[in-house]
């Protein structure tokens, strides 16, 4: 039915449709990175089911999970391109496209997720979604991330003198890159899905991500020292298509943002139940955790990064002060 018959069966649903005055069904694929049962993927399911019955079956989802239609990096040019129209994004591998949508990935900007959310909610989040949205990447919502933080398979972290020399995973993200270099260590740029076996096989000594993530891909099973250095707080977005969504009608609109709403609810509440169940497991595997006493010299050494950043963007001068002046 999808092959060759799908595309005349559409047609003249489609067809019929219009011709009663009714707004066409229409499919759209969704993308998302994480295993079954994590709370992105449950939050995205949620959306999927909302948005049919929100819709009155309008608007399907198909949820396509664990990056089985590629990696972040190639999903957000198939959402640019529309042949994704939905998708759960961390805002990192978005930065090097969208600007306004980097500052979230200078390391230390945010001083808690609390903090991020206020950010979110106000002007700023403003510039960061409208910048996004003109890039073809409409954020309907925000999904929290908790905080990252550097794991590795040799030692403790407590000073950057404990990073220096070490290889270490990063996203895709220049600002990410710089970050490593910056307290001494080379940055690793790789897809998520590469990780564990480059751990395992050291190809790299270390990665940085927050406790449900290092847990569900099994990261800690290979690199068993976990350094609180939170060093990235970044959102990520239930994000669509800015064309597919603008081709909707109001009320249409209204339904699909309630969904995501809705399913980003549940991803916060279902992420703050995740962290410490993550946290737990991985400790009860053996993995040593170290808080970080002083985490200044990691701060002051990424001067260079946010020098370089505002470089390139004087224009985001502004929003950058505007983050850091949010209370
Ligand atoms: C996770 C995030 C993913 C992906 C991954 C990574 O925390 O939810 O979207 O960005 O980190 O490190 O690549």
Not at 67 to 94: C, K, Y
Not at 286 to 291: L, Q, S, T
Request: include cysteine; charge should be negative.
């Amino acid at each position: 039915m999808l092959d060759k018959l799908g595309r005349v069966v559409a047609g003249a649903a489609i067809a019929a449709a219009m011709s009663m005055g009714m707004a066409a069904a229409e499919e759209w694929k969704g993308w998302n990175i994480h295993v079954e049962g994590y709370p992105n993927t449950v939050a995205m399911d949620r959306f999927a089911e909302l948005v049919a019955d929100k819709t009155g079956g309008e608007i399907t989802v198909q949820m396509f999970h664990g990056g089985v239609l590629g990696s972040q990096s190639d999903a957000i040019e198939q959402l640019r391109l529309g042949a994704i129209q939905v998708a759960n994004f961390n805002l990192g591998p978005i930065g090097p496209i969208v600007p306004e949508a980097n500052v979230v990935s200078l390391p230390f900007i945010f001083k808690d997720v609390d903090h991020m959310f206020r950010v979110l909610d106000g002007e700023g989040g403003k510039m960061i979604a409208d910048g996004m949205a003109r890039r073809g990447i409409l954020p309907l919502a925000w999904f929290d991330a908790g905080a990252r933080s550097f794991y590795n398979t040799v030692k403790p972290i407590n000073t950057p003198e404990d990073v220096a020399g070490m290889k270490v995973r990063v996203m895709n993200n220049d600002l990410y890159s710089g970050m490593i270099e910056q307290l001494g260590g080379n940055p690793s740029p790789m897809a998520f899905g590469e990780v564990y076996q480059a751990l395992k096989t050291r190809v790299v000594d270390g990665a940085e991500n927050n406790w449900p993530s290092y847990e569900s891909t099994g990261h800690y099973e290979v690199a068993g020292y976990y350094s609180l250095s939170e060093h990235l707080i970044i959102p990520e977005c239930l994000c669509v298509n800015t064309d597919t969504f603008n081709a909707l009608d109001e009320t249409q609109q209204a339904a699909v943002r309630e969904a995501a709403l809705e399913a980003a609810a549940l991803q916060r509440e279902l992420w703050a139940k995740r962290e410490e169940e993550s946290r737990a497991k991985v400790e009860a595997a053996g993995v040593k955790v170290n808080e970080i006493a002083d985490k200044t010299p990691f701060q002051q050494a990424m001067a260079p990064v946010y020098e370089k950043f505002l470089q390139a963007n004087p224009d985001l001068r502004q929003l950058v002060e505007t983050i850091q002046n949010t209370e």
